[in-house]
């Protein structure tokens, strides 16, 4: 069986800021895009959230629909910016950025994760999850989940809010 990653909804931030292990409340836009959730969902017994706020809330929403309990795992929380964390994207500076895109894996020049962090932390979570689970997370741990599986788009993954991607 399958694992199906599910994107968390909306989150009330000024778009163009970094944010990821920020936990951010969700917009207004919550009911009507968990219904779209909802709709596309395979059947699961076991509901994985990571413990953010914007994934744990959706997590709430979808497990009675399928008759699952909520675990809250850890290794599906999103990336840790460090000092980039609530920042305009425009505001981090230009070396910074660059020397990110130089060192994509190992950078970590923000002081929080490097992105090899990550796929390790998600390569742990994919391990401990069961077959045919659905995991409400993050779009930095989707993309490394894709990578991971050498899935078409890997990194450059683009999965929209409340969006869904089944991994083989």
């Known amino acids: ?17 970094c ?3 920020t ?3 969700l917009a207004d836009s919550f009911a009507e895009e968990a219904a779209q959730v909802l709709a596309g969902l395979p059947e699961a017994r076991h509901v994985l959230t990571s ?7 959706l997590a709430h929403h979808i497990a009675p629909h399928l008759m699952g309990e909520i675990q809250v795992a ?8 460090g ?3 609530g920042v305009p994207w425009s505001d981090i500076p230009r070396d910074q950025l660059d020397a990110w895109a130089d060192d994509f894996h190992r950078f970590a ?20 999850t069961p077959d045919g689970a ?4 993050h779009a930095g741990c989707i993309k490394a989940a894709c990578a991971i599986f050498d899935l078409e788009n890997g990194w450059d993954t683009e999965v929209p809010f409340g969006g869904m991607i089944t991994l083989p």
């Open 1 to 17: 069986m399958a694992v199906t990653l599910i994107r968390h909804t909306t989150p009330d931030v000024t778009k163009g800021t």
């Open 19 to 21: 944010y990821g292990r």
């Open 23 to 25: 936990d951010l409340a």
């Open 51 to 57: 413990p953010l706020t914007r994934c744990h809330r």
């Open 74 to 81: 850890n290794h599906w929380i999103e990336m840790d910016f």
């Open 83 to 85: 000092n980039w964390e």
């Open 109 to 128: 020049g923000h002081g929080g994760e490097s992105v090899a962090m990550l796929e390790r932390r998600v390569r742990q979570g994919l391990d401990a």
């Open 134 to 137: 659905i995991v409400v997370t």
